[in-house]
């Protein structure tokens, strides 16, 4: 009588080691006693190869915090800043002096390379500022600011040369990439950087509009008197 020899394939065989996940620990022995091919050719018994993939889970754990801590002491720092900013524009006492604030705050404690200010209204204190200029909202070179003024949201990465052109005039080939915070009723500031990564699509963009609203807000105190 011939016996009937059911071949069972690897296939199967994982199938249904996937399908009972504990069985190995019904046979410790059976786990002890297999191995496991390793990247580099030479093989490992199960228990080594699951610690080390535990292992290279723990590493990739430990780089996942130590950069989630990176970027908490960088939001910190920004957070810092931007408060010192605000107080420094509420201590202001006049438009001119609030505008040169923010400048100088812009240009030193963020380190923009060139700073630009457009605003709206005329302000004569800063006539010799080379990091204001005064355009009226109307005017035609704004025209293609239109839709940022609008809807008043961040920009930042490489602007289209007629934005760039208006913003940094003769200086503009130095410029690679720019943070551009429209000011809706107010006008515009322009961070621009020698470095084309330095401001780029999608980042983050929260710290830039409370900056934003500051000097708004620190603007309407004259406005208003």
Request: with cysteine; proline share 5%.
């Given at each position: 009588?011939?016996d ?10 994982a199938?249904?080691l ?6 190995l620990k ?22 080594s ?16 915090l ?9 939001n ?12 420094a524009l509420m201590r ?9 604030a923010?400048a100088?705050s812009?240009?030193?404690d963020f380190?923009?390379?060139?700073v ?9 204190e ?20 239109h ?7 961040p ?7 007629e934005?760039?052109?208006v ?18 009723g ?6 621009g950087?020698?470095d084309?990564?330095?401001?780029y699509?999608?980042?983050?963009t929260?710290f ?9 807000t620190g ?7």
């Open positions: 009588m011939n009937t020899v059911e071949k069972i394939g690897a296939h199967e065989v199938a249904w996937r399908r009972h996940p504990s069985f019904q046979f410790p022995d059976l786990a002890l006693t297999m191995v496991v091919p390793r990247d580099d050719g030479p093989t490992a018994s199960l228990a190869y699951q610690l080390e993939v535990l292992r290279d889970k723990n590493r990739e754990l430990s780089r996942r130590a950069d989630l801590g990176a970027n908490a002491q960088i910190e720092r920004l957070a810092v800043r931007t408060h010192q900013l605000t107080l202001q006492n006049s438009a001119a002096d609030t505008l040169r923010m100088a812009l240009e030193e380190a923009g390379d060139l630009r200010i457009v605003s709206f209204d005329d302000v004569p800063l006539a010799e500022a080379p990091w204001l200029q005064v355009i009226a909202k109307d005017d035609q070179r704004l025209a293609a600011f839709d940022c003024l609008q809807d008043g949201e920009i930042c990465g490489r602007l289209q040369q934005k760039n052109v913003l940094y005039g003769e200086r503009v080939n130095e410029v690679s990439s720019t943070a551009l915070l429209p000011l809706p107010v006008g515009l500031i322009a961070v950087s020698y084309p990564n330095r401001f699509p999608g980042m983050g929260l830039l509009r409370m900056m934003g609203e500051s000097l708004v603007l309407q105190r004259f406005h208003s008197a």
